[in-house]
């Protein structure tokens, strides 16, 4: 009989996984001698392909470091000061470097390569859940991003975007997926979520795997529904798309496939009216085997609303990946979220690993900041630590700092296997947003300057990501004193109000886009009594925390300390606008 193709790519799962060490060095010598001659790699190099010089004299970077190159081929210099392929483009990360955009430089191998990598990390989820390819379609909500033209002309897009619009995969679209090519590239993102609910309603019965690149995406989708199934049920009934859509394309997309269908709109009804929505998924789509979608890292925050939603599906957080590189894939597609582990894989990229301080539960905020500079080869790695990972690709990025923290937990073959722990520097998040430490605090100082013609100064603060309703928002805890001691009188309401906007205009770009498309909603401070930061330094310091080594988390993750937070709050204020 024909081995299945997902039976291939398990096959090729092991020799990678048992060859990694040989195949890691072959890589690294691949990509030095194609590009130990440009100008960036001649300095440290001269000219030689050598493993033990790459190590000894390439400097571990972060992106920054590298950005004057990219930009330089942004603006129309030649792209081989920074790698001998030619560049097709650029990758957009969804902002990783303090809440801005990164620019990746892309070459052509890149299509091919996400091809194995997908490839590879589908193969263990077929083999749980059989070729789903076969037995039905895929309702992923997928949103592209409109191209960005830099000055030399190339185009700048994210790489979700960049695989929809891959020729291979769009072949696919109208067999695998529900969502027709129009909706993914509807520049309006509240039109696309409608169709893209809409056509996966209408077939339902195909329906196989319910999912989205990252879990806050299906979250958000679900409650969409939850607002406007009576509206699609009503289009479904009349065969007529709503008026609510006016984009071309998806009223087309509409045009070819809807036809009025009261009994499926009835069925639907019946489903949706339920007073609880526990388990809606499954009850709306039967037939889906599983959710799909990242549920790791800042994304574990959804997990516990997706599982309501769910019915039991499992939630399947397939791969790891990242604008820079592709890395690990999860070879047990069924346990548990938070023991997700991502198995590396050896030909994607050159990985190093930089050993990172973290005592157990301690937050990585919280470790104490010795800088390390020696690194660990993937193979090298050991069970129970934690890393920062550095990756060297043959796209001109080399010893390049990630931002991720990763801990082993295991081994597959001779490759590790890794939980993600957390990103570096970024304090706060509720959707695909990611603010860092540095953007809070640049946002807490514009603001705070509102409180001293009142007399009051701000001691402390810190920030949670409320996603307990949709769409999140940010809350930040403000610990106030009098410059005087006036027995603590009330600072004004409306400047405090006043300090909310202002911290919303002085957030970043992908913040404030986020915040008018009402991705999130209004920033919200909460001011606490006094004594309450101290009260939350001895609730870490109980937990095992140094006292001389504290540093206040930037963000709050745990329940209890949110708790210790939340019962001294004197005062709630939210933004009462999006910012310009
Ligand atoms: P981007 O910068 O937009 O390319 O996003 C990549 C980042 O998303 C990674 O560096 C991680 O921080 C995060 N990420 C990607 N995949 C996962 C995953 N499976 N689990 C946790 N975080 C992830």
């Known amino acids: 009989m024909e081995a299945k193709w997902y039976e291939d790519g398990l096959k090729m799962i092991e020799e990678l996984t048992s060859n990694a060490e040989q195949i890691q ?7 030095l001698s194609r590009n130990a001659g440009t100008e960036y790699l001649r300095r440290f190099l001269h000219g030689q392909p050598d493993k033990q010089l790459f190590k000894k004299n390439v400097p571990i970077v972060s992106y920054e470091d590298l950005k004057p190159y990219i930009d330089r081929i942004a603006n129309g210099e030649t792209s081989n000061i920074l790698l001998a392929e030619p560049i097709t483009g650029f990758f957009m990360s969804s902002g990783t470097s303090g809440g801005q955009p990164k620019l990746m430089p ?31 379609k895929r309702m992923e909500f997928m949103f592209a991003r409109p ?12 790489v979700t975007t960049s695989i929809f619009k891959e020729s291979g995969f769009r072949a696919t679209l109208p067999k695998l997926y529900t969502s027709p090519v129009e909706t993914i590239f509807c520049p309006e993102t509240q039109q696309s979520l409608y169709c893209q609910l809409l056509f996966g309603l209408i077939q339902r019965g195909e329906v196989v ?15 969409f529904l939850e607002n406007h199934w009576q509206e699609m049920c009503s289009d479904i009934k009349t065969g007529q798309i709503s008026h609510r859509i006016t984009d071309t394309g998806c009223r087309n997309a509409a045009s070819l496939i809807m036809k009025p269908n009261p009994a499926l709109a009835d069925l639907i009804e019946d489903i949706c009216n339920s007073k609880s929505w526990e388990g809606i998924i499954k009850k709306v789509w039967p037939k889906a085997k599983y959710v799909g979608c990242i549920c790791t890292g800042v994304m574990g925050q959804y997990t516990t609303e997706l599982e309501f939603y769910s019915g039991g599906l499992p939630l399947v957080s397939a791969l790891y990946a990242s604008s820079e590189a592709l890395c690990g894939i999860n070879l047990e597609p069924v346990c548990k979220p938070s023991d997700v582990s991502y198995t590396f894989l050896p030909n994607m990229s050159y990985f190093e690993f930089l050993p990172v ?5 301690e937050s990585i905020e919280m470790r104490s900041n010795n800088e390390v500079t020696e690194t660990v080869d993937l193979v090298n790695v050991k069970i129970g630590h934690c890393y920062e990972l550095l990756v060297t690709t043959s796209r001109g990025l080399y010893r390049c700092k990630i931002g991720d923290v990763l801990r082993v937990t295991g081994f597959h073959n001779n490759v590790p296997q890794f939980q993600f722990v957390e990103r570096q520097n970024v304090a706060i998040s509720v959707d695909q947003e990611k603010t860092s430490e540095a953007d809070l605090f640049k946002a807490v100082t514009e603001a705070k300057a509102l409180l001293d013609p009142i007399g009051f100064i701000l001691t402390e603060y810190t920030s949670y990501a409320d996603i307990s309703s949709a769409p999140g928002h940010y809350v930040l805890f403000w610990e106030l004193k009098e410059k005087e001691d006036n027995h603590y009188t009330e600072p004004d309401p409306k400047i405090i109000v006043e300090c909310c906007l ?18 999130i909603a209004a920033l ?6 006094q004594g309450t930061f101290e009260a939350l330094m001895d609730y870490y310091v109980s937990k095992g925390a140094s006292f001389s080594q504290y540093k206040r988390p930037s963000c709050i993750k745990s329940k209890e300390a949110l708790k210790i937070l939340d019962s001294r709050v004197i005062g709630k204020f939210f933004s009462p606008k999006p910012p310009l």
């Open 25 to 31: 060095d072959d890589l690294l010598k691949d990509i």
């Open 357 to 361: 301080k973290n005592d157990g539960n």
């Open 147 to 158: 191209e960005i033209e830099t000055p030399s002309g190339l185009k700048a897009t994210s």
């Open 502 to 519: 202002r911290m919303e205009e002085s957030l970043h770009y992908t913040y404030k886009i986020y915040r008018k498309k009402n991705i």
């Open 524 to 529: 919200e401070i909460r001011v606490v009594k």
């Open 209 to 223: 795997m319910v999912g989205s690149f990252f879990a806050a995406t299906v979250l958000r989708a679900i409650k």
């Open 106 to 136: 892309v070459t052509a191998e890149v299509d091919q390569l996400w091809a194995i990598f997908r490839t590879l990390y589908e193969s263990p989820v077929m083999k749980y859940f059989g070729d789903i390819n076969q037995s039905g």
